[in-house]
Every structure is written in C-alpha cells, then in structure tokens.
C-alpha cells in the first residue's frame, strides 16, 4: 500500500508558476514510475509528466518546456515544478504511483487555477 499526498496547488495568474510535490507513505525508491495526471471539468484524465525509477521522463507536448517533474527517492517526494502558466492548465492535478508489481495507486488531487 502506498498514500500519496499532493500539495501546492493554489490560483496564479497566467504566466506565474507553481510547485507541487507529492509525498509518498512509504519509500518511493522501488515504486517503478510516478507521475502527475490532470482532469479539467467535463475532460478526461491526462498524463501530464512521469517520471521512472531511473529518472527517464515524458512529458506531454503541451507541457514541454513549462513544466519539470523530479523526483527525490531520500525525502519519498515526487515535485512538478510548473513555469509560464496558462489558463488552459487550470484543472486538479492527481499524484500516480506504480509499483513494481504493477499496483496503481492515486493521491486525492489538488487544485490549480490559473486565472487570465
């Protein structure tokens, strides 16, 4: 079992940027892959960045070159470090960990705004 706690999310306006970090209950070290997903209303969730066990990265093509996911195996933390924001980032922000025995586990989402 794994809980994964997001925060740092807030309102910005556009062009700002945002922290969030994900902290896990338990060492992430042998947890395969964590990433961040978004669902903004009335759309389907969507992978926003990943990040491996050995520190490969995806990021998706709407993201690239704003955001950067890191991982930190010491403190169990997973950070998106979102830069130039934009309105259309606005949605919950969820914390995805799969382990090495393929289990999925989700954080509760936290919420960013970015106002125009």
């Known amino acids: 079992q794994v809980q994964l706690v997001e925060s740092g999310g807030g309102l910005v306006q556009a062009g700002g940027s945002l922290r969030l970090s994900c902290k896990a209950s338990?060492?992430?070290?042998?947890?395969?892959?964590m990433g961040w997903y978004r669902q903004a209303p009335g759309k389907q969730r969507e992978l926003v960045a990943r990040?491996?066990?050995?520190?490969?990265?995806t990021y998706a093509d709407s993201v690239k070159g704003r955001f950067t996911i890191s991982r930190d195996n010491a403190k169990n933390t997973v950070d998106l470090q979102m830069n130039s924001l934009k309105p259309e980032d606005t949605a919950v922000y969820y914390c995805?960990?799969?382990?090495?025995?393929?289990?999925?586990?989700w954080g509760q989402g936290t919420q960013v705004t970015v106002a125009s």
């Open positions: 995805n960990a799969l382990t090495l025995t393929l289990a999925l586990y």
């Open positions: 338990r060492s992430i070290f042998s947890i395969g892959t």
């Open positions: 990040i491996t066990s050995g520190g490969s990265t």
